[in-house]
């Protein structure tokens, strides 16, 4: 029979964890309050930013110039095939777990966009509800071009075009190591990697990603809850930087759209480069012409750098929301579900001191009749 001291100590144990929870649940909720708020103020701010965008492309349709973060379809096949440049995706996740499943959807909706290799024909809406994801149709327009990287004294580097992204095929020379890296790279096949490079947000991200060998240029903790704005521009100087130098070539940015307290999305979106023959189907459907000073090229590389910082922080706004929101339904499920907990207990401890009892009495009958 079980012992009641024991399913007392268990029951008191599943109450303290029910407080706990149900703490973490009212900090989830009154967090998650101010997150959405700000995440409401912010969008028609995004939305304005795009339209202007849109209004700009559309004037500089059929008009020469050279610019360096717009390009057409042919150029990123050129790019493709000279074979230098890397691909830069920013993962935004989440610095604390308990969660539910929002880090893990985040990490799978990385995965799948990294890795991908065309199997998928579907594409994603951006938060302004326009399609967006030039990442994955970049595929179609790459596919079977196998350009060919610069040696190197350590690793030779064959790219291949297998999504918008370039898996580097790494041939090195010398013992192996045996590192943590080393056999996470040959576990998860994942020698194309090295043409890869990550900007994390959020802990969760950089240990996911660290442990699976991705070369993480950039990480920042702590703000994956209260995002600001000067973290999104200082991402977006490093990215626009290395972008005009040509170190890479794709910057795609991943997080997890929210769209109310229980759904939340992951969702990708192509920041660079800017792809003109995207714009062409959005620059119909636009009937006022803008006259712009000195003219519209000068305004996209003032308006450049803020509507992609906007993107970003944008970005970790909707994460900061669905975070909260997946961790305040996540602890009140725990909460629910701890008290249904207690209540089996306190009807299984009842049944074994009920046991108990029974066989008391029954002992001191059998001993009285035994006298008799």
Not at 36 to 51: F, G, I, Q, S, W
Not at 64 to 88: D, M, N, V
Request: include cysteine.
């Amino acid at each position: 029979m079980a012992n009641l001291q024991h399913i007392r100590r268990r029951i008191k144990s599943v109450k303290n964890i029910q407080k706990i929870t149900n703490a973490m649940d009212m900090i989830a909720r009154s967090r998650f309050n101010a997150a959405r708020d700000a995440l409401l103020l912010n969008v028609p701010y995004v939305a304005k930013t795009k339209e202007i965008m849109r209004r700009v492309m559309s004037q500089m349709r059929g008009q020469e110039y050279e610019h360096p973060f717009i390009k057409t379809r042919a150029e990123l096949i050129a790019e493709q095939q000279e074979g230098a440049g890397k691909f830069l995706f920013i993962v935004i996740a989440s610095d604390k777990g308990l969660a539910g499943s929002f880090a893990s959807n985040v990490f799978k909706s990385a995965h799948d966009t990294i890795e991908y290799d065309g199997t998928e024909a579907s594409t994603s809406l951006d938060d302004d509800g326009d399609d967006e994801n030039f990442h994955k149709k970049n595929f179609d327009a790459l596919k079977g071009i196998k350009p060919t990287g610069k040696r190197t004294p350590k690793q030779q580097r064959q790219m291949s075009a297998t999504g918008g992204i370039a898996k580097a095929a790494t041939h090195k020379g010398g013992a192996d190591s045996r590192t943590n890296v080393s056999v996470a790279r040959e576990y998860n096949d994942a020698a194309y990697i090295d043409g890869i490079e990550l900007i994390t947000v959020g802990r969760k991200a950089t240990t996911h990603f660290k442990q699976r060998g991705y070369n993480i240029i950039k990480s920042y903790h702590g703000i994956s809850e209260r995002p600001q704005y000067k973290y999104a521009k200082e991402i977006t100087d490093l990215v626009m930087e290395r972008f005009a130098s040509g170190e890479i070539i794709d910057v795609t940015l991943i997080y997890t759209q929210f769209k109310s307290a229980i759904s939340c999305v992951p969702d990708d979106v192509t920041l660079l480069p800017i792809v003109t023959d995207d714009y062409a189907k959005a620059s119909t459907n636009l009937k006022e012409e803008y006259i712009y000073e000195p003219d519209a090229v000068s305004l996209l590389d003032k308006f450049m750098p803020r509507r992609i910082a906007t993107r970003i922080y944008g970005a970790m706004l909707h994460s900061a929301a669905s975070e909260l929101s997946s961790r305040m339904n996540a602890m009140s499920n725990a909460t629910d579900n701890a008290q249904e907990l207690v209540g089996r207990l306190n009807l299984f401890y009842n049944k074994v001191r009920q046991a108990g009892i029974t066989n008391e009495i029954n002992e001191i009958v059998g001993g009285a009749n035994a006298l008799e």
